[in-house]
């Protein structure tokens, strides 16, 4: 079953290599294991994978962290602040709609960043990954400008 395509990303694993979601487990995982070398893109890999996956981003709330978190990467130099602010806003649960995702989530996939253990191999495969897929939402950008707007101006 190594051969799975998976449904959601497009990604059809090499032989050998295991399905999509096994591949993101072991990255998540050695992210953790080994944050010196991998954590600088975790955020970045997270926002990536669960924008290509619906059932990731099944929620208004849940598209927007992610959607946001990759405008704040490509647009506002990985700003921590307004990551935080994100964070907060979204914490308060306001009220947004969720709009239909774009039929395709970039060309690039997890199958393009699994196996590099070169962490910076790594990172420059993760921000070419990520790209593609803000690339992707590129209708839904002004969306997530609108909202990440809203979560910078609330001050509590
Ligand atoms: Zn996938």
């Not at 032989?15 to 992210?31: I, S, Y």
């Not at 924008?51 to 959607?67: D, G, T």
């Not at 774009?102 to 996939?109: C, D, L, N």
């Not at 992707?136 to 707007?149: G, I, N, T």
Request: glycine share 6%; proline share 6%; charged share 20%.
């Amino acid at each position: 079953m190594t051969n799975e395509i998976c449904l959601e990303c497009g990604l059809k694993p090499e032989p050998g290599q295991p399905n999509c979601q096994t591949q993101r487990d072991e990255l998540m995982a050695r992210d953790f294991e080994q944050p010196a070398l991998y954590w600088a893109f975790h955020r970045m890999a997270v926002d990536a994978y669960c924008l290509q996956h619906a059932p990731y981003v099944a929620s208004a709330k849940s598209l927007a962290a992610h959607l946001c978190g990759l405008c704040i990467a490509f647009e506002r130099g990985r700003n921590a602040g307004q990551l935080r602010q994100l964070q907060q806003w979204l914490s308060t649960n306001p009220k947004i709609e969720k709009p239909e995702l774009p039929a395709q989530r970039g060309a690039i996939t997890i199958g393009q960043v699994y196996g590099i253990s070169d962490p910076v191999q790594f990172g420059k495969a993760v921000e070419a990954w990520a790209s593609s897929v803000w690339e992707a939402y590129r209708s839904l950008q002004p969306l997530a400008r609108d909202w990440l707007s809203e979560a910078v101006a609330v001050r509590r």
